[in-house]
């Protein structure tokens, strides 16, 4: 059974800093990722890193400040998330999938889903 469990979620100030991890079970993946969903809104990729290679994708909104990285000994996959603003604000998700000819920085792109955490950037 695969189980994706985030944590490291919090209420911090801006230009704070912020780790969220993701344990994995069950499986290895071809890729893992993050997304995050802020009130009202849609569901938005966030970072992507490929089991090949360890290639690593961000979105424009937070390239420079969040860095994806993965613990493969442990299954693990990380988030260190650096000078925060408010528009971070969201719930974040760990996401992982294996399959083939899909959209990396699609939703879609994924068949497994952490709970999601809560990460409140207070300005």
């Known amino acids: 059974q695969v189980q994706l469990v985030e944590s490291g979620g919090g209420l911090v100030q801006a230009g704070d800093s912020l780790r969220l991890s993701c344990a994995a079970s069950g499986r290895t993946f071809s890729r893992m990722g993050w997304f995050r969903q802020a009130p009202g809104k849609e569901r938005e990729f966030v970072a992507v890193r490929t089991a090949s290679g360890g290639t690593t994708f961000y979105a424009h909104s937070v390239k420079g400040r969040f860095t994806i990285s993965k613990d493969n000994a442990n299954n693990m996959l990380y988030l260190q998330m650096n000078s925060l603003e408010p528009e971070d604000t969201a719930v974040y998700f760990c996401?992982?999938?294996?399959?083939?000819?899909?959209?990396?920085?699609?939703?879609?792109?994924?068949?497994?889903w952490g709970q999601g955490t809560l990460v409140t950037v207070s300005s």
């Open positions: 996401a992982a999938g294996s399959a083939i000819g899909v959209t990396m920085t699609s939703p879609y792109g994924y068949e497994y």
